[in-house]
């Protein structure tokens, strides 16, 4: 699992490219699923919790085809990965 963060232009437009175009992307370098929070303090600010591993990652954000993609839905800056500080159980 990884968390990551982005400012987004409009919601519902990167929604829409997220979960298509982009969706199609992020499978090819093996993310298995995402679930998409919007921040409750900066509402053009989103938050994706990928069932991905950190190479899969670095291939996605290296791949050339993907600036096209996180353009057309609006992103303001890259996309960040959250850092993991810790694991806890309960």
Do not use: C, N
């Not at 998409?36 to 069932?51: A, H, M, T």
């Not at 990652?57 to 993907?66: F, L, T």
């Amino acid at each position: 699992m990884m968390l990551a963060t982005t400012k987004v232009e409009d919601l519902d437009r990167f929604l829409r490219i997220f979960s298509t175009k982009g969706a199609e992307k992020r499978r090819q370098h093996g993310s298995k699923g995402a679930s998409v929070f919007r921040d409750p303090v900066e509402k053009d600010r989103v938050w994706v919790l990928f069932d991905w591993d950190a190479d899969g990652w670095q291939h996605y954000v290296s791949d050339p085809d993907v600036a096209p993609i996180l353009r057309e839905a609006g992103h303001i800056g890259a996309p960040q990965p959250a850092q993991l500080v810790g694991e806890y159980e309960a």
